[in-house]
């Protein structure tokens, strides 16, 4: 974000860390609010646990101030750090409970850690962040790599190294950090638990204001479910697969782990119990820090749950409002036959369009019939000459079956039946074999022919050439149609 004078005027007048830091009682509100939220790590506390807290901070600055250096009451000051237009801490109601409780919002948890900042350290470590650094340079260098050789190269070079390490330790040789390496590290460590938990202040709100947002949208929703249901997870899966959803995932995932933080108490235990590290007076809280984490990690799964939680009594009253709507329907039917039991109507009562249902059987279409590719075979055409008679293309026989059936059909006119040898013999046969095997195919297709075995019948025809051909048949008779 570029620090341009409209951006920090903007920030100056909107933002709520900033007007903190303005505001007349920032040392009441930031002091009050360290010590009873971010020092213990409390994610939210009941209203009457807060007010006297902030009863007993005001009796103490009283005392040494005098009466009238904070006229209010601690009630007004918490409903109004909590007002919109200030926005220092959330106001908020659990479920099941009507006791309205508070919460730090991630705008002031930032303006506590930048005044927590401003208190000048006794010791500044630079090598340990250096380290981290390098530490990160190395881990996105081999995360990014596609050559497996220099994948291979920088592993064999990292085993060399814990090689040479072993071979140390086991020759007596033990290197050990200082004083000033275990201090650097440890605050170091100090300040990045810190940040994390900060960190989550902030998944969580941003998880909470899709929460608002989807409720908002559901109370106001009047269209289809599933057009709201696509819109809500959309959003919620883009969150989800953001870059700082798919971190909190891969987060908790890791912490899940029980080997995770048995592995975690014991290191903790044992840099607790150095020296250099207890001389720095460090807090007690820090022995259970993963535990720490893994509560503000829940509340971020609390308030996803709570999302979709209010999925589901969306679609529970969608479902309920519905089946109200047919019954109200059913009844105002039923209200209205009895009202007409008694005093039917005059008249057409009712008008259907159809008295009888149209049914098509399944087995009444036609089946799928898969297309017929034709496949061509690629020969390659060589070029050569050939002695080809074509007088054969010219000499096609085509026997027209159309006048063959007005032939039958003539001879049938004034006959109820005749055979197939009479109709032929009328009828010579010009184009031989051919024609009187169309003869026969009109036969088979006529309702009434007849097929005499016992009879045989002598068809003749001349060729061309003069030559005469002659078949032998049974008697076929073709009987005119009623």
Known sequence: MALD????ERLRQ???????????????VACFLHRVFVAPNERCLPQAELVEALEDELFSLRQRLGADAFPGSAQNYLND???NDKGWLRKFYLPGTDEPHFDLTPATEKALAWLDGLTERAFVGTESRLLTLFELLRQMSEGSQTDPEVRIAELQKRRADIDKEIAQVLAGNLPLLDDTGLKDRFQQFLQLARELLTDFREVEHNFRSLDRRVRERIALWEGAKGALLEEIMGERDAIADSDEGKSFRAFWDFLMSQSRQEELSRHLEHILSLAPIIATRPDTRLRRVHYDWLEAGEHTQRTVARLSEQLRRFLDDQAWLENRRIMDILRNIETHALALRETPPSGPFISLAETSASITLPLERPLYRPPLKALIDEIALDEGDAEVDTSALYAQVVVDRAELSRNIRQELQGRSQVSLAEVVTRHPLRHGLAELVAYLHLAGERAGTVVDEEVQEQVSWQLETGAVRQATLPRIILLRNS
């Open 5 to 8: 004078y409209d951006t920090l």
């Open 14 to 28: 909107n933002h709520p860390a900033w007007r903190l830091l303005c505001a007349q009682h920032a040392p009441l």
């Open 81 to 83: 750090w909590a007002d």
